[in-house]
């Protein structure tokens, strides 16, 4: 015989929220479970968070009385819906977790270590001043001794590399102006021209490097003049000519020369020959003693 539930609306507690389940009516056939017995099942695994014990209540009560219910429950806890999976126990408790090593946690009195200002000089100790004396001079700039003191000849000559390379002149250097110097491309072709006022003077050219070319030069100069020399360096393709004047004004005797350095022969010929007359107490006595090109195109 038939067993009906009352009809209407059942509403069903689903954790914090209510499910309305349309009502259905229950069959009670011959050789299945007692309604008492599906009571007891479900009363045994409601408050279970396993998934398996639903589905036992659903393989024995498919029609039950809870069997709406079961079905809400097993899609929770399969992830469908709101409930919890239930946890998975390991053999040993987890490891409580460890701080961070010392070294990754910095104490919060210690504040981090200002970034230098990129107007900062970088000319503070005298290994970085001999090394930008040693870079300035391989460019042909006019530095004095490379003794890693600042001196003011450093200073001009910083600044007239500044000014060549259209940076912010001030005599001294910043670390992005240090890093330019470091990439310059540095001459690989040089000659001298040594020289001395009463008329002594030795060229060098098709040199490796600046210094052999100075120091040859010299110390043929010296020989001739028995005595300290000067020398003008040029690089590439530059050249350098020597102007001259001796002459007797007034019953003494003068002399001097103008050393001059320049893009081309002619022009470096043209330069010594006017800075001669224009300073000498006899301009019409000026001539150009002696000429070189760093690649010997002055005796072509």
């Known amino acids: ?3 009906y539930v009352l009809p209407g609306v059942v509403m069903l507690a689903l954790g914090a929220a209510l499910v309305p389940i349309a009502a259905t009516p229950s069959i009670a ?5 007692s309604e008492a017995d599906d009571t007891v099942y479900w009363d045994k695994v409601k408050q279970s968070k396993n998934p398996d014990d639903i589905r036992g209540y659903l393989d024995k009560f498919p029609s039950g009385l809870y069997a709406p219910l079961a079905r809400i429950r097993l899609r929770n806890m399969e992830g469908k819906g709101s409930a919890p999976k239930p946890p998975v126990e390991s053999a040993s408790p987890a490891p409580p977790p460890q701080p961070p090593p010392p070294s990754s946690m910095p104490p919060a009195s210690i ?3 200002p970034r230098p200002s990129s107007t900062a000089s970088v000319l503070t100790n005298p290994t970085t001043i001999r090394e930008v004396q040693d870079l300035l001079y391989n460019l042909n700039y006019q530095i004095g001794p490379r003794s890693g003191q600042l001196t003011s000849l450093t200073r001009e000559a910083i600044s007239k590399w500044q000014e060549n390379i259209k940076q912010p002149v001030s005599g001294d250097m910043t670390e992005v102006q240090l890093g330019l110097l470091r990439r310059a491309r540095f001459p690989t072709i040089w000659g001298a021209l040594a020289y001395h006022t009463k008329g ?3 060229t060098t050219w098709n040199r490796a490097s600046r210094e052999n070319a100075e120091n040859e030069a010299l110390a043929e100069c010296r020989k001739k003049a028995n005595t300290t020399c000067s020398v003008l360096t040029v690089a590439s393709n530059i050249c350098g000519a020597l102007g001259f004047y001796n002459a007797v004004v007034g019953g003494r005797q003068h002399w001097g020369v ?3 350095v320049r893009p081309t022969l002619g022009q470096a010929t043209d330069n010594a020959l006017t800075e001669c007359r224009r300073q000498a107490k006899q301009p019409n006595a000026c001539g150009v003693r002696i000429t070189v090109c760093a ?3 002055h005796s072509r």
Do not use: E, K
Not at 29 to 33: C, E, L, R, T, Y
């Open 1 to 3: 015989m038939f067993r």
């Open 111 to 113: 504040a981090p270590a």
């Open 29 to 33: 056939q011959s050789g299945s479970a």
């Open 258 to 260: 103008y050393a001059s």
């Open 295 to 297: 690649d010997g195109g």
């Open 200 to 202: 002594a003077s030795a």
